[in-house]
């Protein structure tokens, strides 16, 4: 049975996603200024802010698996607003870098980017995220056709780049950005149909 959610309810629920995206952040930068993020609290705003981007990149990828597979199509309202605070937290985490961590020199800012192999990957995903949020809106949708789907098709690969950023970035225990690879692994199972026509158009070409 169909779980339904009339038109109504709709922002309701949008103020509710709202409010749980934003509350982290917001109690973040409080805890920041409070001194209240241990002993090293740039890393502590970085890392949170990075895994927030993909915690709702991945989570914006369950939402046509969930909608289809326990009919609850109302979730496709929420997939645009969560990859826009993908987009949002990822914006937070290079501003928290170039800030905190580089002290605002754009030479150096630069000159990390290519020495750096994760920031480097890091940085082509942001690349696509500032695509995928500027060409959110209806009006970019109408406007681009059949090419605003591929062009969001990129998601896939963005969260693809954001959990190999982030196994490169970490320097010692692995087990966290392998648990997000797994989960990554299983939402493109829910599209093997989908990947593998796309192989096929390839390999055509």
């Known amino acids: 049975m169909a779980l339904t959610v009339s038109a109504q309810r709709i922002p309701y629920l949008k103020a509710l996603v709202h409010l749980v995206a934003l509350y982290p952040l917001i109690n973040l930068y409080y805890a920041a200024i409070n001194d209240q993020l241990g002993g090293d609290p740039v890393e502590a705003v970085i890392h949170f802010t990075g895994i ?56 150096l800012f630069i000159e990390e980017i290519f020495k750096r192999p994760y920031i480097t990957v890091g940085m082509t995903a942001f690349l696509f995220l500032i695509a995928l949020a500027v060409t959110s809106t209806a009006k970019m949708r109408r406007k ?49 149909k989908t990947l593998r026509r796309w192989g096929n158009q390839l390999l055509r070409r």
């Open 52 to 107: 927030g981007a993909l915690n709702c990149l991945l989570i914006s990828l369950l939402i046509s698996p969930l909608a289809k597979t326990f009919k609850l199509g109302f979730l496709i309202h929420f997939r645009r607003m969560i990859g826009l605070y993908a987009f949002v937290y990822a914006l937070c985490h290079i501003l928290n870098f170039l800030f905190f961590e580089v002290q605002f020199d754009l030479v």
């Open 144 to 192: 681009m056709r059949k090419n605003w789907q591929k062009l969001h098709n990129a998601s896939y690969l963005i969260a693809l780049l954001v959990a190999i950023h982030f196994y490169w970035s970490v320097k010692s225990d692995v087990t966290e950005p392998l648990i997000y690879f797994a989960l990554y692994a299983g939402l493109m199972a829910f599209r093997h």
